[in-house]
């Protein structure tokens, strides 16, 4: 028996070739329009995984590349700040090497003292430079101005309100960038490498480590004068107004008519007539004052011991009294916890000591102090002056080349954030170069595909059609 097509099976049979065709020819069309192989999940399952994995990756990346942009201006508005600071301490330094001149009238010196505070106040704008609402010298306390100017009782000081954290951003995974340096570590460092002294009074550095920042002052009093000055002369004031401090000689030469204090310069009686008969100023060669009243002078020579009783203070305030025979005198500074160890075997005279904490000192206070002595409130004597500069010159010193090892920094974070730019363009291109690789069409081939899905089409729509007219006579024998 044989099995004669039935009418609704050529029907079906049309349908389904038709649809078939024309379901290739569309989805060939919609590759050939947007130009990817890859049009819903169910095209490829392992390549949409592939497409998405590569996908996120260039996400990251596109955000890494948006943070090198935001920080590039954060670097070049730290570097161009930081040329600026070195700017201005290397005035600051040629001033201090004028300053430190011997020659120089106390006029000239103030007017030294004016031009280095008000570079201090140039500087302290440098550190407060902002890009946008943000410090770049404040650590990460960026919302606030890091450093402000203080001023009591006429000495001036500028306070550190920033912290010593780095900003860091990410520019690669698990790669990160310092984008800043705080100020604490441009114009200040908190490791101290020597302490040094004035060398104005005596003393000297005990034998155990000492602790602190920046500069501190030892105060040495005058408290009392032992010994009687011989041949009649008296002390004036009771020896209040000397300033001699432990064992001190005094001769008196009734001949030369001259007086002298250790082997300080000599000085003439004065007459009777003179006021300086009853309070004669005597001074040696380290700045040491013994005042004396010739009013009982018998006329006769002699040579006395007189013995300066005094105390020191490291902070101006309680002062502990001193024997002379002290080699590691411990003194703590109950305000800053300043610790300091000291010998005052060869302490000479009272007047205040200056201390250097080299290399824990911030720029800014050298400058400060720079400006105080060139100024000479203390009212020192010149040469005590220049031994006072010379400490905070070394400092200044230290601060420029802080500076310019700032600006290295900046230098080398910029040159690793360009070629960190350069290493995410040239990872986004391969990436995107891979991505195109699973989701993109050879056009060439899609369409070819296209034109036989078409033909493919036409010739299914061709014979469907004779087959459609077919009738149950075209079956009959």
């Known amino acids: 028996m044989s099995i004669r097509p039935t009418q609704q099976s050529l029907y ?83 001033l201090m090497i004028t300053g430190m001149s011997g020659s120089l009238s106390s006029d000239d010196r103030e007017a030294i003292g004016q031009q280095l505070h008000l570079l201090l106040e140039k500087l302290v704008d440098v550190a407060n430079t902002k890009i946008g609402d943000r ?26 309100n920033g912290n010593d954290q ?38 000297k550095l005990g034998t155990t480590a000492n602790q602190g920042e920046g500069f501190a002052n030892l105060y040495f009093r005058h408290n009392a004068t032992t010994g009687t000055p011989g041949s009649g002369i008296t002390l004036v004031n009771g020896g209040d107004d000397d300033t001699i401090l432990n064992n001190h000689s005094l001769t008196v030469d009734a001949v030369a008519g001259t007086v002298q204090l250790d082997d300080g310069v000599l000085f003439q009686i004065p007459d009777p007539s003179s006021a300086e008969y009853t309070d004669l100023t005597v001074v040696n060669n380290g700045g040491e004052e013994v005042h004396l009243d010739f009013s009982g002078y018998t006329g006769a020579s002699s040579t006395a011991a007189l013995f300066g009783e005094g105390s020191v203070s490291i902070n101006g305030s309680v002062y502990i009294p001193i024997d002379f025979t002290e ?3 411990e003194l703590v500074h109950p305000g800053n916890g300043t610790v ?8 000479h005279r009272a007047d205040a000591e200056l201390v250097s904490f080299s290399g824990a000192t911030d720029i800014f ?41 700032s600006l290295g920094t900046l230098g080398a974070r910029t040159e690793r954030l360009n070629s960190s730019e350069i290493r995410l363009e040239t990872t986004t291109v391969n990436l995107e170069g891979l991505l195109a690789q699973v989701e993109d069409v050879d056009i060439t081939t899609v369409i070819l595909d296209m034109n ?26």
Do not use: W
């Open 135 to 160: 410090f770049v010298f404040a650590g990460t306390e960026t919302v606030n101005k890091p450093y402000t100017i203080t001023s009591r009782d006429g000495k001036t000081a500028v306070n550190y």
């Open 327 to 329: 080699t590691d005198l």
């Open 12 to 94: 079906s049979l049309v349908t389904r070739g038709l649809g078939y065709n024309l379901s290739r020819l569309a989805h060939a069309q919609e590759r050939v329009a947007t130009g990817k192989e890859i049009l819903r999940p169910s095209d490829d399952a392992v390549g949409t995984a592939r497409a998405l994995s590569m996908r996120r990756r260039l996400g990251l990346i596109n955000r890494f590349q948006e943070s090198v942009g935001t920080t590039r201006p954060v670097l070049e508005t730290s570097t161009s700040a930081l040329e600026e600071v070195s700017l201005v301490l290397r005035e600051s330094r040629e």
């Open 452 to 477: 036989q899905a078409e033909q493919t089409l036409q010739l299914a729509q061709a014979t469907g059609s004779r087959l459609i007219q077919h009738t149950l006579l075209n079956y009959l024998r």
């Open 365 to 405: 206070n050298v400058l400060a102090g720079a400006a105080a002595d060139m100024k000479n409130a203390a009212g020192l004597e010149s040469q005590e002056a220049v031994n006072r500069l010379e400490l905070r010159y070394d400092e200044l010193l230290r601060g420029l080349d802080q500076a310019l090892k």
């Open 340 to 347: 300091l160890h000291i010998n005052t075997t060869e302490v």
């Open 166 to 203: 780095v900003q860091r951003i990410a520019v690669g995974f698990g790669t990160e960038i310092p984008i800043n340096i705080p100020g604490s570590k441009v114009f200040g460092s908190s490791s101290v490498e020597s302490v040094d002294l004035s060398g104005i009074t005596g003393v």
